[in-house]
């Protein structure tokens, strides 16, 4: 087996499962490279014919202060300088490559499909063409005006707000116009002049707060798109997180929510898979999963991609909301006893043509 490497935060708790998992596979522990080491331009090494794992950038506020080249740290739960992120992280990830290319060493992850996976304009258009069914997308608005007018040419009513470089529902606002009257959902709230991605989901009826929210949002670049009706189970509306590995769909978490943000870290709450299946019928089920492959098709230079999956209210119909780089964090879930990392290792070790318990 090749050596491997993973480029993270140390104290990210995917970096530690991945590392877990190498090791109940038998194999020697990675080499970590930290995210902070890349942007302060230390001198890395990877080892020769090394398959290298990017992992999440997240979670590290010093790592989120390099990527967006500002003197100070933002704020915990700051929404700010996601634009500037974006080009810090594609400028890291340049360097990750030249040096994996330097080293004769193998990135699993492709920058430019990670670089596509968070850049919701792009994926969204890279599906569409590849026919993958997607909400349907306004033109590009650099306003709350200019998305109101282009909600009422299409004749729409509702639609998500998404920051174009957001992920984990960071910014994301559902906004309804019913009868003259706006009402938006968001996790976003204002204080001191500043915006704040919370915890808690919230209400906000006054359209003066919505059109200025909107336009603080919109200044970080926008992607917006018809909001997709969602089947419930339990009076709680859903989602499926599915995690692609190799190509195969293989862990599968059901969101929940009484809002319309599902994420789990937002209230949303893990639900019955078995349920579900039975609710949708295996041929819609399957169906739905047949599209995730698809989906993974469209990125081939990655090992795993995250897909964020609806289905219609009745069952018939499913939608792709996002695809996510680092969408395999699902601890506890476990298929034939092996949790997304311990799959991705053994992924690893079928593309060498290594059977898995076969390393000591």
């Not at 994926?123 to 909600?151: F, K």
């Not at 969602?230 to 969101?255: C, E, F, N």
């Not at 929940?256 to 893990?270: D, K």
Request: charged share 20%; hydrophobic share 45%.
């Amino acid at each position: 087996m090749a050596p491997l490497a993973v480029v993270g935060n140390p104290e990210n708790r995917r970096v530690g499962l991945f590392v877990s998992a190498v090791r109940e596979a038998g194999l020697p522990d990675p080499l970590v490279v930290p995210w902070v080491d890349i942007l302060r331009g230390s001198r890395i090494r990877f080892p020769a014919g090394a398959l290298v794992r990017l992992d999440s950038p997240g979670e590290n506020s010093e790592v989120d202060r390099l990527l967006r080249q500002a003197t100070v740290p933002a704020q915990h739960g700051e929404f700010v300088g996601l634009s500037a992120w974006y080009a810090g992280f594609a400028a890291a990830l340049a360097r990750v490559a030249e040096q994996a290319r330097r080293d004769g060493a193998v990135l699993v992850s492709d920058p430019a499909e990670t670089l596509t996976m968070f850049d919701k304009r792009a994926c969204h258009e890279l599906l569409r063409r590849a026919a993958i069914p997607v909400p349907p997308a306004l033109p590009p608005s650099q306003s709350y005006v200019e998305v109101r007018q282009a909600m009422a040419a299409a004749d729409w009513s509702r639609v998500f707000v998404k920051p174009a470089h957001g992920s984990s529902a960071s910014g994301v606002l559902a906004l309804r116009v019913h009868r003259g009257q706006v009402h938006a959902t968001t996790p976003i709230e204002e204080a001191h002049g500043r915006l704040y991605n919370s915890l808690r989901v919230r209400e906000y009826r006054h359209e003066p707060t919505v059109a200025r929210l909107v336009d603080r949002i919109a200044t970080e670049g926008v992607h917006v798109e018809r909001w997709f009706p969602k089947a419930a189970l339990g009076g709680r509306v859903l989602d499926l997180r599915v995690v692609v590995i190799d190509q195969r769909p293989t862990h599968v978490v059901v969101r929940t929510s009484r809002t319309p943000m599902t994420n789990l870290h937002l209230g949303g709450r893990r639900g019955d898979l078995a349920a579900l299946r039975q609710a949708a019928g295996e041929e819609a089920y399957s169906a739905a999963m047949a599209t995730c492959v698809r989906v993974a098709r469209c990125f081939p230079r990655s090992l795993h991609v995250g897909v964020d999956l609806m289905f219609a209210p009745t069952w018939s119909r499913h939608a792709v909301a996002e695809v996510n780089a680092f969408g395999d964090l699902l601890p506890g879930l476990l298929v034939d006893g092996r949790d997304t990392y311990a799959e991705q290792v053994a992924a690893l070790l079928r593309r060498q043509s290594i059977p898995t318990g076969a390393v000591s």
